[in-house]
Structures are given as C-alpha cells and as structure tokens.
C-alpha cells in the first residue's frame, strides 16, 4: 500500500465536518506544523521556581508586562499575509479596518475537539481554543490568582512569610534534642514523675 492510499484511508475515517475543513483549509498552507515556532519556553520552566510569597513588605506586587512585548502564546497565533488564518481576526490593507475571524470562537472550539478526537490536532490552524495556546496561556497567567504566575509573587498572610524560618528554627531545635536531653538527665530532673498532691 502507497503512503497515497495510507494517506486517502486515513482522510476518509475522519467525520465530513473536519474533511470539508481540510478541503477548504488544506494543511499544507494553513496548519499549526507550517507556522514558524516562537522561541521555547523550556528554559523558563527548567530552573526551579521560587516561593510564590513575597519575603518582605518592601516587595510590593509584581510589574505589569509591557504590551508590546510578544509573549510565547501571542507567538503561537500566527497568520500568513498570503493565506490570512481563518481562526484569527484579519486587517483590511485597503481600507486599515479590522475584521473578525472568519470562524468563529465556538465553531474553532468544536473543530479543535473533533481534532483532537482522531488526533489530528496539529493539522488545524493555530487558534485560540488550540491545545498549545491554552497551556501556554496557563503557564503565563498562573492560576487566574494574583502572584501564582511564572514570577510573580503575592504578599501572604504573616504566618505564610514566616513559614520557612519557622521550620528551620524547628529542625535546628530537633537536632539539638538528644543533646538537651542528656543535660536534662545530668541535672537530675529525669529520675521519675513527681508525685502531685490529691485535693
């Protein structure tokens, strides 16, 4: 069997709805595999991250990102002057006017689910309701919390900040334990219960 006709069985297991998709959008132009790849965000992720809880009270918040700056999931939506993507809006050279995407939000989102259903996810164009973008997005945003995000940091409560100095302080007092034991039964306080009087 041909990789044509592997390819042509392959096409036809797929539900009319993504084969028509592929026929007006064919993935050669159009998917997520041909657009070029932003930087990786591996080396971001690969260093541990530090504690989300702002040491001090001078730390106050986190800086907001400049706007103009690409983020690695503004990366990820790309489109092609030659073959605008149907998954994002689109400006008019002739007139400057923006308009939307010719797919829309909830269309992309059950394509995506089709997609990703017979695992050809990667063959759609990259969109908002890919997959990837989401994860990325996730990874910028944390948690939708304040100060959760790659980063940032939140105040906390006072008990929080202390946190760690307190288990040190706790771990340097077990070491010592034995220690301090053995002086308290040198001194004579560990030769047995005292006695309480009855009332």
């Known amino acids: 069997m041909s990789t044509t006709q ?5 096409v036809n297991k797929l539900p009319v709805r993504l084969r028509n998709f592929f026929a007006r959008y064919p993935p050669q132009i159009y998917s997520a595999a041909v657009a ?3 930087a990786s965000t591996e ?8 504690s989300p809880y702002t040491p001090n009270r001078e730390a106050k918040g986190h800086k907001q990102q400049d706007p103009t700056e690409v983020s690695p999931s503004r990366a990820l939506l790309y489109s092609n002057p ?5 998954f994002l809006p689109r400006k008019n050279f ?4 923006w308009s939307g995407p010719r797919i829309g939000l909830r269309t992309q989102a059950d394509l995506v689910k089709l997609a990703k259903k017979y695992d050809v996810e990667p063959l759609l164009p990259p969109g908002r309701k890919s997959t990837e973008y989401k994860e990325t997005r996730h990874e910028e945003r944390g948690l939708q919390i304040k100060g959760t995000g790659i980063g940032q940091k939140v ?5 929080e900040r202390t946190m760690e100095s ?11 334990m034995p220690e301090m034991v053995r002086l308290w ?15």
């Open 82 to 86: 030659d073959h605008p993507n149907p």
């Open 185 to 199: 039964k040198q001194r004579g306080h560990g030769r047995g219960w005292k006695q309480w009087p009855k009332r």
């Open 155 to 159: 105040k906390g409560h006072k008990w």
């Open 6 to 10: 592997a390819a042509g069985s392959l």
């Open 43 to 50: 080396a971001v992720n690969a260093e541990p991250l530090p």
């Open 94 to 97: 002739r007139t400057g006017k």
């Open 36 to 38: 070029p790849r932003p």
């Open 166 to 176: 307190r288990l040190e302080d706790r771990r340097k007092a077990m070491m010592e």
